[in-house]
Every structure is written in structure tokens, then in C-alpha cells.
């Protein structure tokens, strides 16, 4: 029993081990692929530079809960097959310990991270993605300027302007090589200015102000164009207001969704509940699945293991789903296919015991 303590012990080591390990591959590439779409955003106006950073702690909190999921199960998986292909379970297997045995090392590492995968779920997933929504709407209701990306042109609010400056300077709140063309009063302006900076009033008005610059009215070869140059022109700067925010199922707390039932709610409600039960099932489902066989193939197990995982997740997304649309009711939605697993776990537990007493009886 002690040399079982010590191998206990080791196992929770080295399943921990792994799970840091695939998590961080995992949130490497997750990270990645939201700093390309959010840059993407950026440079095409649709995203201030300095909203990149904050969005993209948004996003990377939201997405830890199936992150976790798939660490937990991968650690697993991949821990006891090697234990398969260096015999250590045949060893174990000829002393009398059963399959069923595994689950309390595997139970004492999945736990602490079920409990953390649920507070994420339940809480710090949903209040990510309400003040990514916050955020975003900020963002939206700055001034024109402060969206402007140098070397971008951008166009404003009201579509009656189009700016492009090459340089800004935020400590100073200074800009550099400014182009702006506008419409005013049905007549098409274009101003280029050498510099300039934002000026607020005291009853809060922005102004742009461009110095030492050239003005360019009408259309060209016309009677009526114009070129006048400037030391000093003041542009006010239009705000957007602040949008409403109308919260969703997916960035209303938890306790809300519980109190207001409608269809797509309970869906929600579902999701973040399913989290949690169904990353102690994919923990359970690890054990049988990780048998290998080298007369069969060493990557067996793992193809099961992936089709396994995309089924189940597959199903729950359509379930829930389902669930939204009314199609569903919510008990069945939430127990049906977690329930379905569970009995799948049990069946493969099953034949993975009798399997090895066969073989047992078969060396006798």
C-alpha cells in the first residue's frame, strides 16, 4: 500500500505536469488567433490600437473554462498511456489492482480543477464577456480623433468626414502630417496641415486644431475653388454617444439567468453548468480510453479518445441549442447527454475489467 501511495502521489505529479503543459500550448494558440483578429480589427478602424490589450484579457478568460476541460482530459489521457506503454499498469494489474483503482489518483487531480472550471463558468467568464461589451461600447463613443489610427484613413460618424494623419503623439496630445476632407454646406473642402493637437474648452467642446496649413475648396478647374492658407483652423470634434448596453444570455450573471427562464436563458444556464459536470466526466472517460495496445497501434486510443471528445462536445452545443430554440426542455437538455456519456464510461469501464481478466485467466 505504501509503494501505491508513492505511485499515487507521482501519477498527481506528473498529471499536473502535462496539464500545465497542454494548457499553455493551448492558450498560446487561443491567445494567437485573438491577437491577429483583434490587430486585423485595428488596422482596418474597426479597434483603437489601445483596446487590443484589454479585449484580449477579455477573451483569453472566457475561453480558460473549455481550455481547462481539454488540459484536464488530454493530462489524463495522455499520462496513463505511457504508463500502458511502459508496462508500469501490467505490474500493477498482476498485484490485484483493478481499473477502478485509478480513479482516486485521477479524482484527486480532476477535482481542484473541475472547482475552478466551475467558479469560471459560473462567475468570471460571464462578467469577462460583459466588460468586453463595456469596453468595446467605450471605445465606440470617443471622439473621432482618438480612433484614428496613424497611417489609416478613417472616416467619421457622420460619414461627412475623412481624416488621415501619419503621426500621433499621445503625451503631448500632438499630431503630424494631418489630412482631412469634408463636406460642408454641399461643398467638398480638403485640409492638409503640417501639425497639430486637440484642444478642449471649458464646456467640454474638442476641437482639432490645425496650424500652418493649406485649405482646398470646390472642385477643381470650377469657378467657385478656392485655396486658402491658414496659420490656424479649429475643427470640432463630434462624440458618439454611448450605446445602451442590452444585456445578453451569455453576460447576464448566473443568478439572473435563474431568475428570468426564458428559453434562451435556460440554454445559457445549461452551458455553464454542463462546464463543470461534463470536464469530471471527460477526467472519468480518460482512464479506459487510455489502454494501449502495440499490436493494434499506439495512436488507436488517442483517434477514439478525439472522435469521443468531438461527439460529446458536438452534442452538448447542440443540445443547447435545441434547449434555446424551444425544441428541447431544459432537464434533458442538461442531464440527457451527460447522462449518455456516463452510462458510455461505464460500458468501457466494464470491458476494459473484464478484458483484463480474460487475460489473467488466459496466463493461468
Not at 112 to 120: F, H, N, Q, T, W
Amino acid at each position: 500500500m505504501f509503494r501505491a501511495s508513492l505511485f499515487h502521489r507521482a501519477l498527481v505529479s506528473e498529471f499536473i505536469g502535462n496539464g500545465l503543459l497542454i494548457f499553455s500550448i493551448l492558450l498560446g494558440i487561443v491567445v494567437v488567433s485573438q491577437v491577429i483578429r483583434f490587430l486585423g480589427e485595428a488596422v482596418s478602424g474597426k479597434l483603437a490600437v489601445d483596446g487590443v490589450l484589454a479585449l484580449l484579457g477579455f477573451s483569453a478568460l472566457n475561453y480558460f473554462p473549455v481550455l481547462l476541460s481539454m488540459s484536464l482530459f488530454m493530462s489524463i489521457l495522455l499520462t496513463l498511456s505511457r504508463c500502458y506503454r511502459d508496462s508500469e499498469m501490467v505490474v500493477w494489474f498482476s498485484s490485484g489492482i483493478g481499473l477502478t483503482y485509478w480513479m482516486r489518483p485521477v479524482l484527486s487531480y480532476a477535482m481542484p480543477v473541475v472547482a475552478l472550471i466551475a467558479v469560471l463558468s459560473l462567475v468570471l467568464s460571464p462578467w469577462a464577456l460583459q466588460k468586453a461589451d463595456e469596453f468595446k461600447n467605450k471605445l465606440e463613443s470617443r471622439d473621432e480623433i482618438a480612433g484614428i489610427t496613424p497611417g489609416m484613413f478613417r472616416e467619421s460618424s457622420q460619414a461627412d468626414r475623412v481624416y488621415f494623419i501619419e503621426d500621433v503623439d499621445v503625451g503631448s496630445n500632438r499630431v503630424g502630417n494631418i489630412f482631412v476632407r469634408s463636406v460642408q454646406n454641399s461643398k467638398l473642402g480638403t485640409m492638409v496641415a503640417r501639425e497639430g493637437f486637440q484642444e478642449t474648452l471649458p464646456n467640454g467642446d474638442r476641437f482639432l486644431v490645425l496650424l500652418n496649413g493649406t485649405r482646398y475648396e470646390g472642385t477643381p478647374g470650377q469657378r467657385d475653388y478656392r485655396i486658402v492658407e491658414f496659420e490656424r483652423y479649429a475643427m470640432r470634434i463630434e462624440s458618439s454617444a454611448a450605446l445602451q448596453i442590452q444585456p445578453i444570455a451569455r453576460t447576464m450573471p448566473t443568478p439572473e439567468l435563474w431568475r428570468n427562464p426564458t428559453t434562451w436563458n435556460l440554454s445559457e444556464l445549461e452551458w455553464r453548468l454542463g462546464l463543470p459536470i461534463s470536464a469530471a466526466i471527460l477526467a472519468l472517460l480518460a482512464i479506459p480510453l487510455s489502454y494501449v495496445n502495440p499490436r493494434v497501434g499506439r495512436s488507436l486510443n488517442l483517434i477514439l479518445a478525439i472522435v469521443l471528445y468531438m461527439l460529446y462536445s458536438n452534442m452538448i452545443s447542440v443540445t443547447n441549442a435545441w434547449v434555446g430554440q424551444g425544441k428541447l426542455a431544459p432537464g434533458i437538455g442538461l442531464w440527457g447527454i451527460h447522462a449518455l456519456m456516463l452510462l458510455i464510461v461505464a460500458v468501457l469501464f466494464y470491458w476494459r475489467t473484464q478484458l483484463f481478466s480474460w487475460h489473467r485467466v488466459f496466463r493461468k
